[in-house]
């Protein structure tokens, strides 16, 4: 079935440092991609999304690319603030494995940035 | 603020009880769908219902059933609770569906099973 893989957390950086979180993906079909996250004590809120290959992802500095080829969709942010610090969960929707735009979730990179 | 609302906020209750969480959507939006966030599991898709009708069954137990009104809200119903129950419990709306259709959660619903 469809699954996706994030790299394991926590992720601690420094402000104003260079983000990557990985993400890899397993779909059946043409999945559109998203990145959530999740600020302590809160629900989900979408982040950026792409939904064909070769697009592009944006939103508050963070971008994401929907490579195919590589089956990968990696987050990343040039210049990281203790703002940002959240858990930040990669999600595929896929309608022609199981339908209907359900969100299959991978697990989650919590992310600290320090001053 | 992503206009779907849930209550309770929080629930504590004991091994065996029943429970019922409540999600209003997005103004307009028609489809409903419930996710469990827990530590072991990680967020897993529980089931969605579109315009009063179920659409998709995920990891969803027996002892759980769910429904959407005619007013679009939905509940969920836990019944014979276990402590492995204890989890986060999201809802999320979206328009008429369709995988590039954005899903808005809403802030989640902590049970604790004691």
């Known amino acids: 079935g469809d699954s996706v893989t994030q790299m394991e957390g926590p992720v601690t950086l420094s402000e104003e440092a260079f983000l990557t979180i990985n993400c890899t993906y397993t779909?059946?079909?043409?999945?559109?991609l998203f990145w959530y996250v999740q600020y302590p004590g809160e629900g989900l809120q979408l982040l950026l999304k792409?939904?064909?290959?070769?697009d592009k992802g944006s939103n508050k500095g963070f971008e994401a690319t929907y490579r195919k080829e590589t089956t990968s969709f990696h987050l990343e942010k040039g210049s990281v603030q203790v703002s940002d610090s959240a858990v930040y969960f990669c999600?595929?929707?896929?309608?022609?494995?199981?339908?209907?735009?359900?969100?299959?979730f991978g697990a989650g990179t919590r992310l600290a940035v320090h001053p | 603020d992503s206009g779907v609302t849930q209550t309770p906020k929080h629930l504590i209750t004991a091994t065996g009880q029943r429970v019922t969480l409540r999600c209003s959507p997005r103004?307009?939006?028609?489809?409903v769908y419930w996710y469990q966030q827990s530590l072991d599991q990680g967020l897993q898709f529980l089931i969605h219902?579109?315009?009063?009708?179920?659409?998709a069954k995920g990891n969803i137990l027996e002892r759980f059933s769910a429904q959407q009104f005619p007013d679009l809200h939905s509940e969920l119903n836990l019944s014979s609770l276990e402590l492995g129950d204890s989890a986060l419990y999201f809802c999320?709306?979206?328009?008429?569906?369709?995988?590039?259709?954005?899903?808005?959660f809403g802030p989640g619903t902590r049970l604790t099973v004691l």
């Open positions: 779909a059946t079909g043409y999945p559109s």
């Open positions: 792409a939904t064909k290959a070769d």
């Open positions: 999600a595929l929707s896929d309608l022609f494995s199981g339908g209907y735009n359900k969100l299959i």
């Open positions: 219902y579109y315009n009063g009708e179920e659409r």
């Open positions: 999320a709306s979206s328009g008429t569906g369709g995988p590039t259709n954005e899903q808005f």
């Open positions: 103004s307009g939006d028609l489809s």
